[in-house]
């Protein structure tokens, strides 16, 4: 079988040369225009736009109106989260420093907290001299 003159089996219909119509043909606006229409009409046509224009001109003033508050606020709430991190920030540092005195006076305390049997405690005694004291009367 040669397959260099075979036809091929086309795999789809061929497309056509040029695009196909719309199938949704343009809507024709027919717009019949009455030779009636008095001036009275008109105006009347007028007012109801321009009531409807100063209904929505009052709603974006207010709008714009509760925009700015919005904005007031905002700059408040971030004058204030801005306080309230200088304020956690200096509560944090000063925790550090407690954290790290106390480290310090519980480290004190057990070097100098000796618990010794049968030697009592006296009265304005420090660790030296009653270690002195012990040191000389076990000797």
Request: proline fraction near 13%; glycine fraction near 2%; aromatic fraction near 2%.
């Given at each position: 079988m040669d397959l260099d003159n075979a036809?091929?089996?086309?795999?789809?219909?061929?497309?056509?040369?040029?695009?196909?119509?719309?199938?949704?043909?343009?809507?024709?606006?027919?717009?019949?225009?009455?030779?009636?229409?008095?001036?009275?009409?008109?105006?009347?046509?007028?007012?109801?736009?321009?009531?409807?224009?100063?209904?929505?001109?009052?709603?974006?003033?207010?709008?714009?109106?509760?925009?700015?508050t919005i904005k007031d606020n905002i700059g408040e709430m971030d004058h204030s989260m801005k306080a309230t991190f200088v304020a956690v920030n200096a509560v944090n540092q000063r925790i550090s420093k407690l954290e790290s005195k106390t480290e310090d006076a519980e480290r004190y305390s057990r070097r100098w907290t000796l618990k010794l049997l049968n030697l009592p405690e006296g009265v304005n005694e420090t660790a030296e001299t009653q270690g002195k004291k012990f040191l000389t009367s076990s000797a």
């Open positions: 036809n091929p089996l086309p795999l789809c219909p061929p497309l056509p040369d040029s695009p196909l119509a719309s199938p949704n043909p343009k809507k024709v606006c027919s717009v019949s225009l009455e030779e009636n229409v008095s001036n009275a009409d008109i105006l009347n046509a007028i007012k109801e736009l321009s009531s409807k224009f100063s209904s929505l001109e009052a709603k974006i003033n207010k709008n714009s109106a509760d925009i700015g």
